[in-house]
């Protein structure tokens, strides 16, 4: 029969989300049987693998298939835009941010999408489905549902915090540091394919009458052909786009970067 024997941890700042709160923000003690791998053994606690990014085990670096020992020591750490450890990371960054968002953050989706990032979405994606395009495709997988993040499968993923869509926008631009990379309507809200401009008598077939009465200036996605024009909706939408800039703009000490429409 396999003895209990004790290990201790210290999760650092956000990754404090996912234990409980008497295990916070300090070094406690874990005790558990056999020599299971520091990844299971993280996870057991609560903190989904996506949400770590450096691990070191009495000083050192160690990686997700380290086989837990007794007496070991444990500090894990979320991604920081700084690290003041010499270390190597459990996982290279992507070289682009690209996403696939899970079935309950579609409001989100639209919104990264009219601020112009590479986000997949469709409502009847499964968790199997959304872990192996992730690692297929190489795309941050964002989600409310820690346990779809605890899949082998998912190497790279982000657990959603915020309840409201324009402050999960904000946490996932924070997390990413996207901000400097908006591009306003440069992909499609319905399937996020890209949009370029398009003449207005190739496409007047298809047009309202009072939309082509209206209106001379339109833009098409190359994927879905979904028709865009500016119409009642576009000051609303620039207004919201300028107000994410503004948020830019106080994190950068006033300088404020505006992209335009």
Not at 66 to 82: C, R
Not at 243 to 259: M, Y
């Amino acid at each position: 029969m396999n003895k209990l024997y004790s290990v201790s941890f210290r999760f650092y700042a956000s990754l404090n989300d996912f234990i409980s709160y008497q295990k916070r923000q300090k070094r406690f003690t874990h005790w558990l049987k056999g020599n299971p791998s520091i990844k299971d053994t993280i996870e057991a606690i609560g903190v989904p693998h996506p949400e770590v990014e450096l691990i070191l085990s009495n000083g050192n670096m160690i990686d997700f298939s380290y086989g837990v020992k007794e007496g070991d020591d444990f500090s894990v750490y979320p991604h920081f835009s700084s690290l003041e450890v010499n270390h190597k990371l459990l996982r290279n960054s992507l070289l682009e941010n690209r996403f696939v968002l899970d079935i309950h953050l579609g409001k989100l989706a639209t919104q990264m999408r009219l601020l112009g990032f590479d986000v997949l979405y469709e409502n009847n994606y499964d968790d199997e489905e959304l872990a192996e395009i992730s690692h297929q495709q190489k795309r941050y997988l964002l989600t409310r549902d820690i346990a779809l993040l605890k899949r082998s499968r998912v190497i790279y993923g982000y657990w959603i915090r915020g309840k409201n869509t324009e402050a999960q926008l904000i946490e996932v631009l924070n997390r990413f540091d996207l901000f400097s990379d908006i591009s306003p309507f440069k992909r499609c809200l319905r399937c996020n394919g890209l949009i370029t401009s398009v003449e207005k008598q190739l496409i007047q077939e298809q047009l309202e009458p009072l939309t082509k009465e209206h209106y001379h200036e339109f833009y098409q996605c190359t994927k879905c052909a979904q028709i865009y024009w500016k119409g009642s909706h576009y000051p609303k939408l620039k207004t919201f786009i300028q107000k994410i800039n503004l948020i830019f703009s106080d994190r950068t000490q006033g300088v404020l970067l505006f992209n335009g429409c």
